[in-house]
């Protein structure tokens, strides 16, 4: 398992009847690799997720964490190898409050690993677990709100720490940024800068500035397929991708991307 990449995916397609949604997508993400995957509306990227994390079963292809191979694999056995993700849409228990959100979280995670032996303890442990959590996602003050009285804002960095809350090594982030205020954004990009540097990291985003930003390597997704994919320098020097981004005109060529 060490020196594994933390995601291989290759040649994995997902179709809708007639639509490629995802289309024979290829992409490596090394062991505490920040990867950015970036495309217009509707390029398939949250499809990707969905097949990464298996929620959706690809057509053709083949998936990888950490070495082991697991494209038959259910949702459950794929974070239990230590891959978490967010959603497009913040997924809360709006009645709970914010201690109450991690500490399932958090408690969902152990209930494998406690149930022969649980100590009398284990509450207490997950209770200072859940408050460091909230503590290194600057949400302490908040542990006795309801999840539904926060800012989305804050409610979007919960969502980050309840991801967090199973120690993964590889964490898909669907949009975290979208529909932040300027301020919330900043924030939310501190949050993501100060992730352990151990964790591997796919997010996706439609702000170019915060995706080349915080990533090292790129992939760029067109109408399913891989139009572009490498190092961040590479990626934003390259004629087709500022052509889908800035719409100067239709991309014709599928093979002018950087290495891959
Ligand atoms: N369950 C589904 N059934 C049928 N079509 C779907 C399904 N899920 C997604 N699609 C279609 O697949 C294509 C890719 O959708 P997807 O949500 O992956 O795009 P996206 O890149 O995440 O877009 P956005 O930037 O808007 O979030 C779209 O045309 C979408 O309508
Ligand atoms: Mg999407």
């Known amino acids: 398992m060490n020196g594994s990449p933390a995601l291989v995916l290759d040649g994995v397609s997902r179709h809708f009847g007639g639509l490629r949604a995802v289309d024979g997508v290829s ?6 690799e920040r990867h950015a995957l970036i495309g217009p509306n509707g390029a398939g990227k949250t499809t990707l997720f969905h097949l990464i994390s298996g929620e959706l079963a690809p057509t053709a292809g083949r998936i990888a964490l950490f070495g082991a191979d697991v494209t038959r694999l259910a949702p459950h056995r794929r974070a239990a190898l230590g ?19 991690v500490l399932l979280a ?12 649980r100590r009398a303890d284990a509450y207490g442990d997950l209770d200072a677990r859940a408050r460091a959590l909230l503590e290194r996602f600057g949400l302490s003050g908040l542990a006795r709100e309801l999840a539904r009285n926060l800012s989305y804002g ?3 960095k919960l969502e980050v720490a309840l991801s967090m809350a199973g ?12 529909g932040l205020s300027a301020g919330e954004s900043r924030s939310m990009h501190d949050l993501l800068d100060r992730l352990d540097r151990s964790i591997a990291v796919l997010l996706i985003e439609h702000d170019m500035d ?27 020097a390259n004629r087709a991708v500022q052509d889908i981004y800035l719409g ?9 991307g950087a290495e891959g």
């Open 248 to 256: 100067t005109e239709p991309v014709r060529d599928l093979g002018s």
């Open 106 to 117: 958090c408690e969902a995670l152990d209930a494998r690993k406690l149930v022969m032996h």
């Open 154 to 156: 804050d409610q979007r």
């Open 167 to 178: 120690r993964p090594r590889l964490l898909l982030l669907d949009e975290p940024m979208a």
């Open 27 to 32: 992409l490596t993400v090394g062991a505490g």
């Open 210 to 236: 915060v995706a080349f930003a915080f990533a090292e390597r790129v992939t760029v997704l067109h109408q399913g397929r891989v139009l572009v994919q490498g190092d961040r320098d590479a990626v934003s």
């Open 83 to 101: 891959i978490a993700r967010t959603f497009q849409i913040t997924k809360l228990f709006p009645g709970l409050t914010v201690l109450e959100n």
